[in-house]
């Protein structure tokens, strides 16, 4: 046992140790943090891969950003000291089976598969050359899907805003109003009397 | 780390994956539903990445691949969160079990 | 001769005033609308007057012949190399003609109901339908094309239903309309199989080429005469149909039905369309195809004459019996029709045996002038008493002088009393009749006397017999005295056309081969008619002139024909039992059981079914998000396991 695979399986044994309580811990606020347990693991395996520049993104995107994003949420939405409920045993049976036999399953093929290398010479997955080819329009370069991703994320944005945007009125009555008046009369109420959540 | 190969990484992988199965099938709390979605996406990000490493290391392409799975899937939970949020402010409650009212 | 653009410009400013006010004119100036249509008429009318100059006096003879002008054409639709629908103006002597009566007509028409129509409520929008009709009409008389013809039969069809229906709120109106489309529909379902029959044997639709083929004498010609079907031949049937579709717009026997009830519609409207110009244009269409019927086809032309002559007889009874003054004008219109349609009839092709076609046509102008002329008078009337019944009037001439002298001028010349119009155009017919076939020429003397008594009948009753009261019920005083000027000039004017059309050589220029055609005054020859016809009007005057009880005297005594005739011989009965005892009964009802029972049936079958099924497995559809998924998981679970056995 050499320390590198020492400190993969200790990696491995967080990952999916804190991934198995996040899913079955019955305090929600706890299963977030085994959550951030299992993906700041996941940054670590990038590390442990020598693709430093992702582990980087992970920790700040996955940690920084969506863990922090749920635990905000679960404050605004849930009492986060009670206990859930608890899944339907009938269920929750047959989704350990399920998922029981899928991953068997699944790993038995892998195990079977031989993968064959490229065997070329590789490359230095540095920050300066991977924003070389994700900007570049030549050869494989990834310009069009950054655009594409970035409006993706701009359409987000605007949509979590509409989406989350705080009606005074609820939308029900608003549509039985509307009916009712004409509809010039009524939007200036309603963009007064509106405030963002986000 | 000569013998810690590609098949490791993606036993990890799938086990991360057939977790992240089991927590979206059991919970009844929309939010970690929400949670075992990123458990899936990030067992595909390692999938990505480990064959890139073992197989294609003289190419880029399965980290791009990950990078844009890591954005999109922020997006991806701020656009659930909201509609969560709005959920939870129309029915005062985020139980998957009980936001049923879109049937027959 | 007028450039082509200025020839197109005549029916497009009536379709342009139409646009016009439907769209915009309505909303934004109500008021307006009558002076635009009546502007726009004005120039069409001008326009047409010099299309007539230049056809027969400049450009329209070559050698001694008129010809058929295309001063327009275009392919629409193009079936096969040989067969188009085009979309085209023909000038010949008819269609001139035809457009000097529309646009005159319908120029009075226009003008007369400034003042017939003020205060309407829908007033924009009749003058809408004013210029959609003689948009219409002009198309229809200047067409090319079989096809582009029956588009425009159409279309005066169209708004012949909209402006009879003009007071939809009046049940009768619209009753009126309903039947009028109907009746005239289904009569246009035999002109367009007609058409088909046609075409289909001369491989064309254009006019020029049709007659040219139908006419030649050509080994398939003889082909088509020969073939046979139900004793007669080919092209006997497809002339016999179209003519159902022309005796169904011209109000000819037994599909007469629809035009005294059209007279629900604005009086101004039933002097143009009803009297003048779309009813006549059966007759055109007849007049349009006549060298097929009379060179190719002679038996089809005994069946034009037997129907003409017809209905003139029983028109003209009938009329003698109504008391709706616009009803008795109705009939004396279907009566006249009937009169061109058997000179039709009557009339061979070319040269002397041409006289019925030239007469025919001579009398659709005067009559166009002299009837349109009657129903105007009839509206300042009907303007002023408010009614539509004989009983109601009486007395009038004192109080509308110049609706009085109009009026009688009119009668005159439906009379056929000389030197007005009506006398010539009728004396010509009478002679072509002469000509050829004794019994009809009977008959028609015969119906010209009863025409002149009861023509004669109407104008006693109105101007005559008794002093003029309000109604009894008092709500209407003789506020005015005569009708407004804008309804005045236009009587004026067509009470000289009246008197002044006679003198027009019809001879000279509308004749059936385009050659001149002399005719001859024959004095001793007009003696008869005008001996009969005077009878017709004395007897009317004995009987009319002041209130008595003669003509109770006279119903009573021939108490059966009066019934009859005043029971419009019972035709509407026989309709009204055969659609709706035979045919709703024996197909109507078993079609609807049929369709209730067996197709809505099979329907209702499968909606149920699907019902049940759906209703069975909507428990699937929980609304549980985690179900979904759980079915969604068990399907990838399973197409992996089909693939891997598939390709292991």
Not at chain 3, 242 to 248: K, P, S, T, Y
Not at chain 3, 513 to 531: M, R, Y
Request: aromatic fraction near 14%.
């Amino acid at each position: 046992m050499s320390p590198s695979t020492i400190i993969f399986y200790l990696l491995a044994a967080v990952i999916i140790g804190g991934a198995l309580m996040a899913v079955t811990s019955l305090k929600i606020f706890r299963s977030a943090v085994f959550l951030l347990f299992s993906l700041i693991g996941i940054a670590g395996l990038y590390f442990y891969l020598d693709y430093e520049f992702i582990a980087a993104v992970q920790v700040i995107v996955y940690v920084g950003g969506i863990v922090v994003l749920i635990i905000f949420s679960i404050f605004l939405t849930h009492g986060s000291g009670e206990d859930m409920k608890r899944p339907h045993w009938i269920r929750a049976v047959y989704s350990a089976l399920a998922a029981a036999f899928g991953c068997i399953l699944t790993m038995f093929y892998i195990s079977q598969y031989t993968f064959t290398t490229s065997g070329k010479p590789a490359v230095e997955p540095s920050a300066g050359n991977i924003g070389a080819q994700m900007l570049s329009t030549t050869g494989h370069g990834y310009i069009l899907p950054f655009e594409v991703v970035s409006m993706l994320l701009l359409a987000a944005m605007i949509g979590c805003i509409v989406i989350a945007i705080k009606v005074k009125i609820p939308p029900h009555e608003l549509l039985a109003e509307k009916t009712d008046n004409d509809s010039m009369e009524m939007t200036e109420p309603i963009l007064a009397n509106t405030q963002t959540e986000i | 780390m000569n013998d810690i190969g590609l098949f490791h990484f993606l036993f990890v992988s799938c086990a991360l994956f057939f977790i992240g199965v089991y927590g979206f099938l059991t919970r009844r709390n929309l939010i970690t539903m929400l949670m075992s979605v990123e458990l899936i996406l990030n067992s595909v990000n390692i999938n990505f990445i480990a064959f890139n490493k073992f197989l294609y290391a003289d190419k880029l392409d399965g980290l791009f691949f990950t990078i844009f799975i890591i954005t999109i899937a922020a997006a991806e939970a701020s656009v659930a969160i909201a509609i969560i949020i709005n959920l939870y402010r129309n029915h005062k409650t985020i139980d998957v079990e009980e936001t049923d009212v879109m049937k027959f | 001769m007028l450039s082509t653009s200025l020839i197109i410009l005549i029916p497009l400013l009536p379709l342009l005033t139409f646009v016009l006010i439907a769209l915009v004119g309505r909303k934004y100036f109500p008021s307006l609308c009558g002076a635009l249509g009546t502007i726009a008429l004005l120039t069409a009318f001008i326009l047409s007057i010099t299309v007539a100059y230049d056809y027969f006096f400049v450009a329209g003879k070559v050698g001694d012949v008129y010809q058929q002008i295309i001063p327009f054409k275009m392919t629409w639709l193009q079936f096969s190399p040989n067969v188009s629908i085009d979309m085209g103006i023909i000038l010949d002597p008819i269609s001139v003609m035809m457009l000097v009566v529309v646009t005159l007509i319908s120029l009075m028409v226009h003008f007369y109901s400034l003042g017939y129509m003020k205060g309407e409520e829908r007033y924009a929008t009749y003058y809408s339908f004013l210029g959609l009709f003689t948009f219409s009409m002009l198309g229809l008389v200047m067409s090319s094309n079989i096809f582009q013809i029956y588009i425009f039969w159409e279309l005066v069809g169209v708004s012949s239903y909209l402006l009879i229906g003009y007071y939809f709120d009046k049940p009768s109106a619209v009753a009126a309309s309903k039947k009028a489309f109907i009746v005239t529909r289904f009569a246009d379902l035999g002109f367009l199989i007609g058409i088909l029959i046609l075409s289909f044997y001369a491989g064309t639709l254009d006019f020029q080429t049709l007659i040219l083929r139908l006419t030649t004498q050509t080994d398939q010609l003889h082909t088509i005469v020969a073939a046979s079907f139900l004793g007669c031949s080919a092209l006997t049937w497809g002339l016999v149909l179209v003519f159902i579709g022309g005796a169904g717009k011209s109000a000819m026997f037994p599909l007469h039905i629809w035009l005294p009830d059209a007279m629900e519609g604005p009086t101004p409207v039933s002097a143009l369309i009803h009297a003048a110009t779309m009813v006549v244009a059966g007759v055109f269409l007849v007049a349009r195809l006549f060298p097929i019927y009379a060179i190719s086809c002679p038996p089809a032309l005994d069946v034009v004459m037997w129907v003409g002559i017809t209905s003139s007889f029983i028109a003209a009874v009938i009329a003698c019996t109504q008391t709706d003054i616009k009803r008795v004008l109705a009939y004396s219109t279907m009566s006249q029709i009937g009169y061109m349609m058997f000179s039709l009839g009557v009339s061979r092709y070319g040269g002397e045996n041409g006289l019925g076609y030239m007469a025919s046509m001579f009398h659709l102008f005067t009559h166009a002038m002299f009837k349109a002329l009657l129903f105007l008078g009839a509206g300042a009337v009907i303007h002023y008493v408010h009614s539509n019944e004989m009983k109601d009037m009486g007395g009038l001439r004192k109080l509308m002088p110049i609706t009085h002298i109009t009026f009688l001028v009119a009668c005159l010349a439906i009379a056929g009393i000389p030197p007005f119009a009506g006398f010539f155009s009728k004396e010509e017919i009478l002679q072509a009749a002469f000509n050829s076939n004794k019994v009809i020429f009977g008959i028609a003397i015969l119906t010209a006397a009863i025409t002149a008594f009861y023509m004669f009948r109407l104008y006693f009753n109105i101007f005559w017999s008794k002093d003029y009261h309000a109604h009894s019920d008092g709500h209407h005083e003789p506020h005015h005295g005569e009708a407004p000027g804008t309804m005045l000039i236009p009587l004026l004017i067509l009470g000289v056309m009246s008197v002044c059309a006679g003198f027009i050589p019809f001879g000279k220029l509308v004749t059936s081969d385009g050659k001149f055609l002399p005719t001859e005054f024959h004095p001793t020859f007009s003696i008869a008619p005008v001996l009969l016809a005077t009878l017709g009007i004395l007897i009317a005057w004995s009987f009319y002139k002041t209130e008595n009880s003669k003509p109770q005297k006279m119903a009573n005594g021939l108490s059966g024909l009066y019934q009859g005739a005043y029971h419009k011989f019972y035709i509407d009965e026989i309709y009204l039992f055969i659609t709706k005892k035979v045919i709703f009964n024996l197909i109507g009802r078993p079609a609807a059981w049929f369709d209730r029972n067996i197709v809505d049936g099979f329907m209702n079958l499968l909606a149920t079914i699907t019902g049940k099924i759906s209703f069975i497995i909507k428990g699937l559809q929980s609304g549980k998000l985690q179900n979904y998924a759980a079915y969604f998981f068990a399907g990838v679970i399973g197409f992996v396991l089909i693939f891997i056995y598939m390709w292991t």
